[in-house]
């Protein structure tokens, strides 16, 4: 079946930062993978996507290489903002049948000045 | 051009009642998808509706329910109120009703229901 295993927050950095968050998944196929950001009482934005093996998703400083080999798409952003402060949820979508996206539990950023 | 757009925002029901949840796609997307969010967990999907037919269901029990009007618009049912329906519901449109590298799915703000 298809999961997104996402490491578990919450997290809190200082501004300028470096930050990762994991993300892992299982899937059949070929699956499209994303990160979708929800900011406190939104809903959820798209962030970026990769759709086939070794793309890297890029957007606002975030990025995200899909790595098939280890079955990862975890998220980077070199230098963070208090603006960033949000939840992030990774996601698949498994590229057969109905349009839907799998979802990770979320992960909470805090960012500090 | 406007977003998905969703109503209510935020509603208060009573264990046993019944709901209606209505979600407007982006103009142009013919597909349209519920979700249920529970606090702190990730969204979970419910239902996909392309051109007014039901397409994918997730793993819900029968008192949920959902369609599609001929202008793309949605509306949730879920009858017989529990507490544990209490989340944020949310709705997702797209261009087309099937996976594909260039068929993003976009979300609405979603209707936060209570159920006490």
């Known amino acids: 079946g298809n999961s997104v295993t996402q490491m578990e927050g919450p997290v809190t950095l200082s501004e300028e930062a470096f930050l990762t968050i994991n993300c892992t998944y299982t899937?059949?196929?070929?699956?499209?993978l994303f990160w979708y950001v929800q900011y406190p009482g939104e809903g959820l934005q798209l962030l970026l996507k990769a759709t086939k093996a070794d793309d890297k998703g890029s957007n606002k400083g975030f990025e995200a290489t899909y790595r098939k080999e280890t079955t990862s798409f975890h998220l980077e952003k070199g230098s963070v903002q208090v603006s960033d402060s949000a939840v992030y949820f990774c996601?698949?979508?498994?590229?057969?049948?109905?349009?839907?996206?799998?979802f990770g539990t979320g992960t909470r950023l805090t960012v500090i000045p | 051009d406007a977003g998905v757009t969703q109503s209510p925002t935020h509603l208060i029901k009573t264990r046993g009642q019944h709901v209606t949840l209505r979600c407007s796609p982006i103009s142009g997307h013919k597909s349209v998808s519920w979700y249920q969010q529970v606090l702190g967990q990730g969204p979970q999907f419910i239902f996909q509706?392309?051109?007014?037919?039901?397409?994918g269901r997730g793993n819900f029990p029968d008192r949920f329910s959902a369609r599609q009007f001929p202008n793309y618009s949605s509306e949730l049912n879920v009858n017989a109120l529990l507490l544990g329906d209490s989340a944020l519901y949310l709705c997702?449109?797209?261009?087309?009703?099937?996976?594909?590298?260039?068929?993003?799915?976009?979300f609405g703000e979603g209707s936060w229901l209570t159920v006490v």
């Open positions: 899937a059949t196929g070929y699956p499209s």
């Open positions: 996601a698949l979508s498994d590229q057969t049948g109905a349009n839907n996206l799998f």
């Open positions: 997702a449109s797209s261009l087309i009703g099937t996976p594909s590298s260039g068929n993003t799915i976009y």
């Open positions: 509706y392309y051109e007014k037919e039901e397409r």
